[in-house]
């Protein structure tokens, strides 16, 4: 069963940002099969395209693809940059909801590497109803997704309706997102992962985060740790160097013997001692 809008939806993205910094960065996504999913109708309202009022674009591995430049649709489960100078609401035109069901849910596919995925639902998601729903594929997504705010990347719990989020997989994989209406976190937007406690540093398993703050940009997904179930090299207890805005502040851990050079999360093997060099 579906759902259909033969007026389309207006927008709801309540805390949107505007403005022209970084800071004001929105990732978006419609959570509708539309009848016409050409950008230039979508956000019609937005007026002609001009980067210096507002952009448009995505990130797909390896780098990203802006409107008029080879990105021209919105597709259904996918995640898009958007920045706007002025306040701006838009109505997503004419479509239906998925046709989908518990047996059948939709699948978001994955690439290697970081992908910018969006809700396909009207709904708020719990990233760990998520990740039950793919237990039998867990090694293949790396840590958690990231949300982007005012305060830049942060790890969430939920992903939210006419949101997006960044992923990251260790290898191709389709996602499957349940159809599951959780109440508990449908009344409210992003629910961001708690900060790490004060480690006990003497313990088997500690981490440490590391909060960095420069002029307008702030840094939140840096950590060290140790842990008795991490592995010597990239395990699902590090994190990448999340993709990088126009201006970015970032921790960046680098190990020769590991193929990977980037970590945003180094947690290590329980030990006596460890240097981290960032």
Not at 86 to 114: C, M, Y
């Amino acid at each position: 069963t579906y759902i259909n809008y033969p007026s389309g939806m207006p927008y709801e993205y309540t805390d949107m940002a505007f403005g022209k910094g970084v800071t004001d960065y929105n990732i978006i996504s419609i959570p509708l099969i539309l009848n016409n999913n050409a950008i230039s109708a979508t956000l019609e309202e937005f007026g002609e395209y001009d980067i210096f009022k507002w952009r448009f674009w995505h990130y797909q591995t390896g780098g990203s693809i802006e409107y008029t430049e080879g990105l021209d649709n919105i597709e259904t489960g996918q995640g898009y940059w958007l920045i706007t100078k002025e306040s701006q609401s838009f109505n997503t035109g004419a479509g239906h909801t998925t046709q989908v069901k518990k047996s059948d849910p939709f699948r978001i596919a994955l690439s290697h590497g970081w992908n910018q995925i969006g809700n396909p639902y009207a709904f708020n998601l719990s990233w760990n109803d998520i990740l039950q729903a793919n237990q039998a594929d867990i090694d293949k997504i790396q840590g958690s997704p990231l949300g982007y705010s005012s305060a830049g990347y942060q790890a969430v719990t939920t992903v939210s309706e006419y949101r997006g989020v960044f992923v990251r997989a260790n290898q191709a994989v389709n996602l499957k997102i349940p159809v599951i209406k959780n109440n508990s976190i449908n009344r409210t937007g992003f629910i961001y992962e708690a900060d790490l406690p004060s480690p006990n540093i003497h313990s088997a398993e500690w981490k440490l985060g590391i909060h960095m703050k420069s002029g307008g940009l702030t840094s939140r997904l840096g950590a060290i740790g140790m842990s008795p179930i991490a592995e010597g090299g990239l395990d699902r207890e590090d994190w990448y160097v999340a993709p990088r805005p126009s201006q970015y502040l970032e921790m960046n851990f680098s190990r020769e013997e590991d193929s990977v050079k980037n970590f945003a999360r180094d947690i290590v093997p329980t030990q006596k001692n460890f240097i981290w060099e960032f």
